[in-house]
C-alpha cells in the first residue's frame, strides 16, 4: 500500500512536471549536448561520494569492535542505491543495504542500529548545511524577507533535533524511557529488545573520536554533490554560479528525503525547477541537470551492483557446496 502511494506520488509529480514543460525535447536535446569531457570528472566525483560513504560506515562499525571490508560496503552501497530507485527514499535503500549486510554474516543490533545512527547524524548535518543555505540565500537577496519564517523554521527545527539526538544517547533518558514509559508494554519480551538495540545505539557514542569524525566527514562529504550538480551545468553550457547553488541545492536534497516518493523523483525535480528559476534558469534547464545527475550516477553505480550480485552468488554457491 505504502510503496503504492509513493510510486504514485512520483508518477503524477513527473507527468504534471512533463506537461508543463510540454514534452520531454528539449530536456533530451540540453542532456544530449552534455560536453563528454566533463563526464570522467562527473563519475569519479560520484565514486568518491560513495567510497566516502562507505568509509564512514566501516568507521562508525569500527567503534564497535565490527570488522566491515571496505570493498564490501561500496558494493553493498552502490547496490542500495540502485534498489532504492524503486523503493522510498532513504527508508528503501537502507532496508535494502540491512539486508545485504545480514547476507554478508554481519546481522544483528550493531548493523541496523550503525544505520540508524548514520542517519540520524546524517540529518542533523544536512539541517546545519540548510541553515547555512538560507544565510547564503539571504546574503545573495534572492528571498528577502520570505527567508525569515524559513529562517525560524529551520533554527527550531535544528535545535529540536540536536536535543533529541543527545538525549537519545543519555543513559538517564534511556532508563526513564524504558523503566516508566515502556514498562508498561504486554510483551515484556519485545520491551527487553527495544532496551537491548537502545543501549547498543547508544553504545556508538562511547567513541567519541569516531563519532566526531564521522559526523566532520558527513558534513564534507555533503558537499560533493554541490560541485558535482555544478560540473553537470557546466557540461551543459549552463551558466549557474556554484555559490548559488552551494545555496540551494541542500535545500532542494533534504526536501527530497522525505520519505513519500520513490527515491525523491518528481519532488527533487519541482523543488530544484523552483529554486534555479530563482536564479534565471528555464524549467527544462532545471530538470536537465537533475536527469542527468541522476543518470550519470546511476551508471556509475550498476558496476558495483553487478560486482556485488556476482559475489554474492559466488558466496552462497559456495556455501551451498556447488562448485
Known sequence: MRLGL?????????????????????????????????????????????????????????????????????????????????????????????????????????????????????????????????????????????????????????????????ASLNQRVLNLLHDKGLYGLRNRRLAQKLREFHETYRSFAVDRWSLAMFFGLTFGEQMLPIVNTWLVAQGMGINVGALYLAAALPLALLIARLPISIDGIGVFEGVFIVLMSLAGLSAPQAVAIAVASRILGTITYIPWWIAYVLSTNRSLRTAGGQP
Open 6 to 166: 509513493n510510486i504514485a506520488i512520483s508518477s503524477i509529480l513527473i507527468g504534471v512536471i512533463v506537461w508543463m514543460l510540454g514534452g520531454l525535447h528539449e530536456i533530451g536535446a540540453l542532456i544530449l549536448q552534455i560536453n563528454p569531457v566533463f563526464i570522467v570528472p562527473i563519475v569519479a566525483l560520484v565514486m568518491l561520494d560513495r567510497a566516502l560513504m562507505a568509509y564512514k560506515w566501516c568507521l562508525l562499525l569500527r567503534g564497535r569492535g565490527i570488522q566491515f571490508p571496505f570493498l564490501r560496503a561500496m558494493m553493498i552501497y552502490c547496490a542500495s542505491a540502485i534498489w532504492g530507485l524503486f523503493l522510498p527514499s532513504m527508508i528503501g535503500a537502507d532496508a535494502v543495504r540491512a539486508y545485504s549486510t545480514s547476507r554478508a554474516g554481519f546481522g544483528g543490533q550493531a548493523i541496523v542500529a550503525s544505520i540508524i545512527a548514520e542517519r540520524v547524524i546524517g540529518f542533523l548535518s544536512s539541517l546545519m548545511l540548510v541553515v547555512v543555505s538560507l544565510g547564503l540565500l539571504t546574503h545573495l537577496g534572492y528571498l528577502g524577507e520570505r527567508v525569515i519564517s524559513g529562517w525560524l523554521l529551520g533554527c527550531g527545527v535544528l535545535i529540536g533535533a540536536i536535543f533529541l539526538f543527545v
